[in-house]
Every structure is written in structure tokens, then in C-alpha cells.
């Protein structure tokens, strides 16, 4: 692992974390640009439901009291959502920050930490913050494949993340797949299943890995408000744990990690069944829309099942990724490079509002016409 030059002289982090690349997020201006339309970082097309902007605005009286520090009101609804028990969810600011912190309660020096090739960036944070080994596994035609998986389980294996659906590829991987990773795994062995995208997904082969942890005490479920429910800017995730699991989270986690505003508006957000509903609708429509298109045009689009499609370009002089990327930002369009996933000929594009769809598909099309 990197040792900083100047060991000995500044304070040093511990090994792993100046092995770092920091995260870098989907870009939201363009220099000349007035209102862009920022399709970069998979938020909703539709926005939160107006219950919980309601909910938000009423909390502006409040501020100067602390939330309850166990996020009790949005774990009920939760809870209540879900037919689950509200003492086995932990909120977390973000579900990145729940990944960070399983990370941080079941991590020792030099164990392995486990997810395929295309996996979303936060588990490599997460295993070098914490001294741990990253290790990769192949993905067969941008899919996660569990015999590669299972082939680097090693008895060093403390924590295997599996994005279901995976970001940015959109794949996933189904419910027997899941359990025949679990079962490779041993009981010491923690298998995280980040579930970020799940409520996009309209599968009768996918489960989001409720039963899962239900079944087995070595298995988590992270959540977020940050997609379907539109409240990205709030920062709230959600882990539905193991007994054991939810006890250790909880002993080191911020007391006060879920802010008031957050947790009334992600509990009202989680009652508006109704504007839920309307953004997977609309997912659905746009999705396939946005899909058939493009591949219209002569680029190879991968099914997806989240609220984002990655699109390939070819390797040609003026019709790369990179070009297309310049070429749509000209045009206000500011879609996520996927280079630092190792995908460098492919854009992720969020799903956004009829207008911008619509917008893109003419951007691109003109992009592919042009000689
Ligand atoms: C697969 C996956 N997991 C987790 C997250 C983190 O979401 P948040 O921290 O906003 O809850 C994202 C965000 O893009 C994601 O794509």
C-alpha cells in the first residue's frame, strides 16, 4: 500500500487511504452554459413527491432542536412500507454511508472485501478506508457472475458488496443467483446487497433481499430516498440488518446521523404510495423509449432495469465517448463518463423528464449524422 513521502513528519492516515481516488460526482454545470440539464448522477425524473417537500418546509420551524437520534419516525414508516422490524433498520446519511459504516464495524487489516469489475466505486472506498484488500471479480457481458465471485472467495473474505441492480451497467442478478453466491460464502462472511435502484426493478426473478436477511444472519440490505423517491439532495439511506448486525451499526454510528428535515420528509415521501408508483411508470415508459432510440442510431444501449442506461460508442475518430460527451455538453446535456468504472467508451445516462429524453435522442442523432 502507498506510504505517504513524508512519513514521520505530517500525521499519517492509515495504509489504504492515500490509495484513494476520492469519489468524483456527476457534473452539474457547464462553463457558458446557462441551466443545463444534468442527466450525471441517477436522481429522479420526477422529483419528490409534494408530501415531502411539505413535510420539509414544516420542519424550518424546528431547527434548532436535534432529531431524535434513532430516526424512529422514518424507521416506522419504513417498517410499516415494508412489513418489516422497525428495530432491525438502521438510516444512515446516505446509503453511502451505511456502506461506509459496515465497512468500518466488520473490517480488520488486510481482509479481502469482494465485488465485480463494474461494481459502484463507494465499496473500494470503503474497503482501503479501512485497511482492507479489494479484490475484483469478472464480469461476463456487464453482468455480475457468480462463479468468478465465487472463485475469489478466499478465507480472508469479510464483506462481499453486490449492487443488485448494479450502477452503472444496470444489470442484475437474480433472486437464485443471489442465494447461490450466499451459499459459497461462510457464516463470518457478510454479503451486502446495496439494493439502491430496487424499487425500478419489475422482474418476477428479483428479490431486493428482504427475505434474505430475514433467512440468514449474515446478510444486509441497503436502501436509499435518493432515486425513486427523489430526496438525493436530504441524503437518507436505510439498512434493513440482522439483529447483530443492526447492534453494531448502531454503536458506531454519528448519534444524530439522520437530520430532522430528512426524516420527516423521507417518512412522508414513504406514504405517497401514489407518487411512487407514477416515477416507476415513468421509468418504465422513458427507459424503453430512451433505449430504443438510441439503438436506432446505431449504438449498443445494455438492458437496464434501474433509472439509468450506459451507451457505447465506438472507438472511431469524432464518434468516441469522449466526443459525444463534449458534443452534448455544447448542447446543455451533461450525461456521467464512466471511465473510473474502466467502461471508457460508454456515457451513463440518467432517465429524465420527457423534455430532456427528448433532447438527448436529437442531440445524438445529430452526433451520429454528423461527418
Ligand atoms: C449502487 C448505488 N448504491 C448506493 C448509492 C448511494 O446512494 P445514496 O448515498 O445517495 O443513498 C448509489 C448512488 O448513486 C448507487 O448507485
Redesign the pocket.
Known sequence: MHAPKDEGKTPTPKPGVLDIAPYVGGRAAIAGVANPIKLS??EAALGPSPLAREAYEAVAKDLEIYPEGSAQILRDAIAETYGLDAARIVC????????SLLAEAYLRPGDEVLFSAH??I?YRIAALANSAVPVTAPEKNLRVDVDAMLARVTPKTRLVYL?N????TGSYLAQDEVRRLHAGLSPQTLLVI?A??AEFVRRNDYEAGIEMVATFPNVVM??????VHGL?GL???WAYCPASVADALNRIRGPFNVSLPAQRAGAAALRDRAHVEKSVEHNEHWRAWLTDAIRALGLRVDDSV?NFILIHFPQVKGKTADDADRFLCERGLILRGVANYGLPDCLRLTIGCEDANRKVVAALTEFMERT
Open positions: 448522477s441517477n444512515g446519511n446516505g446509503s453511502d454511508e451505511l456502506l461494481a459502484f463507494v449492487a441492480p448494479n450502477n452503472p446495496d439502491a435502484y441497503t436502501r436509499t430516498f435518493s432515486k438525493a441524503r437518507i439511506g434501474g
